[in-house]
């Protein structure tokens, strides 16, 4: 499975953006798929995830209210819309997904599960 995302760019406080993670090979085998973030000199931290049937979404506490992922399965893609983006949403956004195994809840934010991961792309928020 390769992942690609896309859909970054540069937007004011407060607007909107929609990342995009389109997966190609054996999705088959997937079970859920991982948005994660990484800002300049931090480390890179979970930000939502889904699995692959869409029973359920997971969010970090900072983006509650704010983010939602959503899955077009028919697509094989997976989205993240962001809304009122705040300038510590900066961050290289990756999409990242474990093959073959399903990630238990308790888990699926830990991207230790996660085996195959996108190339990233870059979000930046201004003030």
């Known amino acids: 499975v390769q992942l690609q995302a896309f859909g970054g760019g540069l937007v004011q406080a407060g607007g909107s953006l929609r990342l995009s993670c389109a997966a190609s090979?054996?999705?088959?085998?997937?079970?859920?798929m991982g948005w994660f973030r990484q800002a300049p000199g931090k480390e890179r931290e979970f930000v939502a995830a889904?699995?692959?049937?869409?029973?359920?979404?997971h969010y970090a506490d900072s983006v509650k209210g704010r983010f939602t992922v959503s899955r077009d399965s028919a697509k094989n893609t997976v989205y993240l819309q962001m809304n009122n983006l705040k300038p510590e949403d900066t961050a290289v956004y990756y999409c990242?997904?474990?093959?073959?195994?399903?990630?238990?809840?308790?888990?699926?934010?830990?991207?230790?599960?996660?085996?195959?991961w996108g190339q990233g792309t870059q979000v930046t928020v201004s003030s």
């Open positions: 889904i699995r692959w049937s869409g029973a359920s979404t």
């Open positions: 990242a997904t474990r093959l073959g195994i399903r990630i238990i809840s308790s888990a699926i934010a830990d991207q230790r599960q996660y085996d195959t």
């Open positions: 090979g054996s999705t088959f085998s997937l079970y859920a």
